[in-house]
């Protein structure tokens, strides 16, 4: 959320991670899920991909873009085999990768997670995950053992009422959010203690949730690095909400950080006592051949932009390369994408976007800031 009036440093990072989506199982069932573009699995099995359907089924859980995002396969949990270890190696041959970024689903239900993790670690890959925190006390020690750099933590609320209020209705009990509650915060105490790097996410929709997150920073803000997320449906609101947050703080920018060949961007604020928030938001990009003729491809309807490339496993089919939630009939399987035009306009715009910014943010004399 740059302020066009900051003189910031910025620092400019390439896109160079792959999220996989290893696990549609979830303990919870937010109203707002878009489930990485994937059906429900459990509430999809023995349809067929006309009949899919995103709305509440017997789980409660939803896939918002379901309806016009064209999925045409059920995800399959990925098992921690030689055929992950060769799908990995697969991608990064053809497309530059340093990490990889689990999600679901809520990874941390995975039996396997640990050994997922060593399967990256031994391709030299930087791990993280993005999580609800329902099950990380359980196995997050063995996945530090394994390598596990850092963990995401999605904080829907700081009280049982306001987990509860966006759940479906069979998972809308305040007793069941704050036994998910607690739960996170052991996920949080165990991360620290076992040295994976923690951070708490924050989607801000508008003005009636700062007080939520001005909580958030105020319980979690010492032990973990707070992101304030944009919502992706923002009409404006929800940039407004994170200006509050911040001038109620004093917070000060102090560096701004642009992905370079994807839509994520974020500025750092410093706080008075010396803690860090970070201000998330995204930037209108797209894939100069892929998005041009897209149907989306206007402020309104394209919510997320070109965030990056997603791996699946389709259920009793391949590994799937996505690079859209919102145009998942442009999923490709892993041999053919690997192979095809799309993976190169990726690569090339990795690597035209770095150049682009670097020379935008750098000023004369001065080296630019990379990392």
Do not use: W
């Not at 239900?109 to 890959?125: E, F, G, K, S, T």
């Not at 993005?130 to 394994?146: D, F, I, M, R």
């Not at 390598?147 to 829907?156: A, E, K, P, T, Y």
């Amino acid at each position: 959320m740059p302020d066009p009036h900051d003189d910031v440093p910025v620092t400019v990072v390439p896109d160079r991670t792959l999220r996989v989506k290893i696990i549609d199982a979830c303990g919870l069932a937010c109203t707002f899920c878009h489930n990485e573009g994937t059906p429900v699995a459990t509430d999809n099995t023995g349809r067929p991909p006309d009949a899919f359907t995103g709305a509440p089924g017997r789980s409660g859980r939803v896939s918002i873009y379901l309806t016009t995002n064209g999925a045409d396969f059920l995800p399959q949990r990925i098992p921690a085999d030689s055929d992950f270890a060769l799908a990995l190696a697969a991608v990064r041959g053809s497309l530059p990768i340093n990490e990889v970024h689990f999600t679901g689903g809520e990874p941390t239900l995975h039996p396997d997670l640990p050994d997922l993790v060593r399967i990256a670690r031994r391709l030299d890959l930087t791990v993280g995950l993005t999580s609800n925190g329902e099950n990380g006390a359980a196995v997050l020690p063995e996945c530090a053992e394994a390598g596990l750099d850092r963990i995401n933590l999605s904080v829907f609320g700081t009280t049982p009422d306001e987990l509860a209020a966006v759940q479906a209705p069979r998972l809308a009990s305040p007793r069941l959010a704050a036994r998910k509650l607690d739960a996170l915060a052991d996920t949080i105490e165990t991360a620290c203690r076992h040295g994976v790097k923690v951070s708490a996410n924050i989607v801000i929709p508008d003005h009636q949730h700062v007080e939520r997150v001005l909580r958030i920073v105020e319980q979690h803000g010492r032990d973990v690095i707070v992101r304030m997320l944009v919502n992706l449906e923002d009409d404006g609101a929800s940039l407004a909400a994170m200006r509050e947050v911040i001038h109620h703080l004093g917070a000060v920018p102090d560096l701004r950080i642009l992905t370079a060949g994807a839509s994520d961007q974020r500025t750092r604020y410093r706080l008075p006592d010396g803690r860090i928030l970070y201000a998330k938001s995204i930037r209108p990009v797209r894939l100069p051949e892929t998005c041009t003729g897209c149907r989306f491809n206007n402020d309104r309807d394209c919510q997320e932009g070109y965030y990056g490339v997603r791996m699946y496993r389709a259920k009793n089919g391949p590994f799937m390369i996505g690079i859209c939630i919102q145009r998942m009939d442009l999923c490709l399987p892993l041999g053919e994408f690997v192979m095809s035009r799309r993976c190169t306009e990726v690569r090339n715009f990795r690597d035209d976007e770095t150049a682009r910014l670097t020379a935008l943010h750098s000023t004369p004399g001065r080296e630019p800031h990379r990392s």
